[in-house]
Antibody, heavy 120, light 114 residues
Framework: EVQLVESGGGLVQPGGSLRLSCTASGFTLGSYSMNWVRQAPGKGLEWISYISSSSTSAHYADSVKGRFSISRDNGKLSLFLQMISLRVEDTAVYYC?????????????WGQGTLVSVSS | DIVMTQSPDSLAVSLGERATINCKSSQSVLYSSNNKNYLAWYQQKPGQPPKLLIYWASTRESGVPDRFSGNGSGTDFTLAINSLQAEDVAVYFCQQYYDISAYSFGGGTRVEIK
């Protein structure tokens, strides 16, 4: 079964750091680009970061540029999101999502999400 | 960056009737080399992650019922749900995946039963 499972969320104070992980199973992670998408409570979806299949390129939304860093370890079937200088407005469920093969479909596989709460 | 605007924010439709959701992009998402619109639709039910319904503006993902249909090109798109079923109650999002450096989603449309 094709699956993505996020972990690493939790409660952190403003200015703090957190590292999210996403573990893939049921497919060859190294064949796909990957993304992080977040959803604030009761709000819509916000794409925040992309990484190519071989890590040669990465992109970020303006809202997280300079504070978040995406990376991956294809051998360990894992995607990561390092978050620093966290703000209250970063509170959200964070999803990892697979970019479809060849980029033809958008995001065709999603994890269940991990909740990040930024509060003092 | 490409801005995606959905309308309406919410709509209530009777069971068996048709629901139509609109999505407009601030610039064309039509890729000229293959004549494909890089526009997807997702369904999100409460407590669940989004699910891909339609890609290339009108191609249904495998397993998606044929009462869901997508249409449009360039900057204007629609998602139609024919003969609305109770299990279709959800929030629907459009997404452009044309700009690989800045993907973006519409604000979402909540579909409820009247």
């Amino acid at each position: 079964e094709v699956q993505l499972v996020e972990s690493g969320g939790g409660l952190v104070q403003p200015g703090g750091s957190l590292r999210l992980s996403c573990t893939a199973s049921g497919f060859t992670l190294g064949s796909y680009s990957m993304n992080w998408v977040r959803q604030a409570p009761g709000k819509g979806l916000e794409w925040i970061s992309y990484i190519s299949s071989s890590s040669t390129s990465a992109h970020y939304a303006d809202s997280v540029k300079g504070r978040f860093s995406i990376s991956r370890d294809n051998g360990k079937l894992s995607l990561f999101l390092q978050m620093i200088s966290l703000r209250v407005e970063d509170t959200a469920v964070y999803y990892c999502a697979r970019g479809s093969f060849g980029g033809i479909k958008g995001f065709d596989v999603w994890g269940q999400g991990t909740l990040v709460s930024v509060s003092s | 960056d490409i801005v995606m605007t959905q309308s309406p924010d919410s709509l209530a439709v009777s069971l068996g009737e048709r629901a139509t959701i609109n999505c407009k992009s601030s610039q064309s998402v039509l890729y000229s080399s293959n004549n494909k619109n890089y526009l997807a639709w997702y369904q999100q039910k409460p407590g669940q992650p989004p699910k891909l319904l339609i890609y290339w503006a009108s191609t249904r993902e495998s397993g998606v019922p044929d009462r869901f249909s997508g249409n449009g090109s360039g900057t204007d798109f629609t998602l139609a749900i024919n003969s609305l079923q109770a299990e279709d109650v959800a929030v629907y999002f459009c997404q452009q995946y044309y700009d690989i450096s800045a993907y973006s989603f519409g604000g979402g449309t909540r579909v409820e039963i009247k």
